[in-house]
C-alpha cells in the first residue's frame, strides 16, 4: 500500500523560508517511472501544482514560482523535500505531496495534506 | 501553458439526478485528463484516468468521455455521498494544471 504523509511548520513569518517533507511508504524513488510532486491548495481554492521530482533526480517546478522553490529528496529516508522562499501570507494554503508514475502520469495517491498559514 | 475551464462552477442537484460536468481544454491534451473527487476536509482522490478509464473502487455511476480538448465527467444517480468538489487534470504537458473545480451540492 502506498501512503505519502506530509509535515512542516504549520505557521510561517513572512519573509521566511517554508521547508515541508514528504514521508512515504510503499514504493521507492529509486525505482525507474517513479515521481512525487508537490501542490497546493489555499482555502477554498483550487489546486496548483508546484514542482516535481522523479527517480532520476529530473526536477520540474511551477514557471511563476520555479525562483522561489526548490524540491530535493533523500531515496534512503523515503522522503522527499520541498523549500519555499520568502512567503507571504497568499500561500496560506493546505501543501499535499503525491505520487504519480511516469507511464501512466495521474496524480494517485494523494497525502492527507498539511495546512501552512504565512502570518506575522 | 494548458488552461482548464470547467463548467459549472457550482451545481446544487437532487439525490438520483443525473450530473454533467465538462472540462475544456485551451489546447488538445489527447486523452491525458483525469478526473479528480475532494470532499470536505480530506484530500483530493482518483475517480477517473485517461478520460474514460475507470478506476477500481470508483462506483460505476461515475464515467468520463471526451478527447482533445473538451471532456466530460457524468455522474449517474447521484448520490448524498457524492457532495464534493471535482478537479480535472491534464498530463499531457508540463505544466501540470487543474481545472478551477466544480463544486456539487446535493439538496
Known amino acids: 500500500q502506498v501512503t505519502l504523509k506530509e509535515s512542516g511548520p504549520a505557521l510561517v513569518k513572512p519573509t521566511q523560508t517554508l521547508t515541508l517533507t514528504c514521508t512515504f511508504s510503499g514504493f521507492s524513488l529509486s525505482s525507474s517511472g517513479m515521481r512525487v510532486s508537490w501542490i497546493r491548495q489555499p482555502p477554498g481554492k483550487a489546486l496548483e501544482w508546484l514542482a516535481r521530482i522523479d527517480w532520476g533526480d529530473n526536477k520540474v517546478y511551477s514557471t511563476s514560482l520555479k525562483t522561489r522553490l526548490t524540491i530535493s529528496k533523500d531515496t534512503s529516508k523515503n522522503q522527499v523535500v520541498l523549500t519555499m522562499t520568502n512567503m507571504d501570507p497568499v500561500d496560506t494554503a493546505t501543501y499535499y505531496c503525491v505520487r504519480s508514475i511516469s507511464s501512466t502520469n495521474w496524480l494517485d495517491p494523494w497525502g492527507q495534506g498539511t495546512l501552512v498559514t504565512v502570518s506575522s | 501553458e494548458i488552461v482548464l475551464t470547467q463548467s459549472p462552477d457550482f451545481q446544487s442537484v437532487t439525490p438520483k439526478e443525473k450530473v454533467t460536468i465538462t472540462c475544456r481544454a485551451s489546447q488538445s491534451v489527447g486523452s491525458s485528463l483525469h478526473w479528480y473527487q475532494q470532499k470536505p476536509d480530506q484530500s483530493p482522490k482518483l475517480l477517473i484516468n485517461?478520460?474514460?478509464q475507470s478506476i477500481s473502487g470508483v462506483p460505476s455511476r461515475f464515467s468520463g468521455s471526451g478527447s482533445g480538448t473538451d471532456f466530460t465527467l457524468t455522474i449517474n444517480s447521484l448520490e448524498a455521498e457524492d457532495a464534493a468538489t471535482y478537479y480535472c487534470?491534464?498530463?499531457?504537458?508540463?505544466?501540470?494544471?487543474f481545472g478551477q473545480g466544480t463544486r456539487l451540492e446535493i439538496k
Open positions: 485517461y478520460a474514460s
Open positions: 487534470h491534464q498530463s499531457s504537458s508540463l505544466p501540470i494544471t
